[in-house]
């Protein structure tokens, strides 16, 4: 299981409130609203991380069914084999009785015909386990993908919470616009993996 992101904000608010007490009031309305942003992509981030896990293991989970699938079809295969092989011995004492000018005994033909046969119905149960294969390890591939999107979000939303930090301890608003634009970013992200 991957890893948890964990954010610890308990800091940045100890250290943004410590700033708003320093500052007059025309700074500490920007600093607030700089936390607020903050808090949200920081609950924001933890949802995406959240689901981030939860894809990926879902997906695990789906292809490890896959290749147990492949490995039941493998098997059926060897049997359809087995069975060519029994078919073919069948055929082949057949074609000994034959040119010794003797007549083979009924029971080969039933035989080969009963091989035959039940080749049919292994070859068709190892065709639907490999067609249940494909679409376990296809739901496991969207998975992914969706896990993807999941992780470059909450990428971009500890970025956007770091931004929001150093936008409340230098007061500087093009860097908190910079926060809510990465932060965007992992919205949108999000949205897409949501979405896929």
Not at 43 to 58: D, K, Q, R, W
Not at 71 to 99: E, L, P
Not at 109 to 137: F, M
């Amino acid at each position: 299981m991957p890893e948890e992101i964990e954010i610890d904000t308990d800091k940045l608010r100890e250290a943004i409130d410590d700033e708003i007490e320093r500052e007059g009031k025309g700074s500490a309305r920007l600093v607030r609203w700089i936390a607020l942003t903050t808090a949200i992509l920081a609950a924001l981030a933890a949802i995406a991380s959240l689901e981030a896990g939860a894809t990926v293991n879902e997906a695990l989970v789906l292809k490890t069914e896959s290749t147990r699938l492949q490995a039941q079809a493998s098997d059926q295969w060897a049997y359809y084999q087995a069975k060519g092989i029994k078919a073919d011995v069948m055929q082949a004492s057949s074609s000994a009785f034959i040119a010794s000018g003797k007549a083979p005994p009924a029971s080969i033909a039933s035989q080969t015909a009963r091989y035959t046969a039940q080749q049919d119905t292994i070859r068709g149960e190892a065709k639907k386990l490999e067609a249940e294969r494909d679409q376990k390890s296809k739901e496991a591939d969207d998975l992914l993908e969706r896990h993807h999107h999941y992780a470059g979000a909450v990428a971009l939303f500890q970025v956007a919470i770091a931004l929001g930090a150093i936008a409340a301890l230098t007061r500087v608003r093009a860097v908190w616009i910079g926060s809510l634009l990465v932060g965007g970013g992992g919205i949108v992200l999000g949205l897409l993996a949501v979405l896929h």
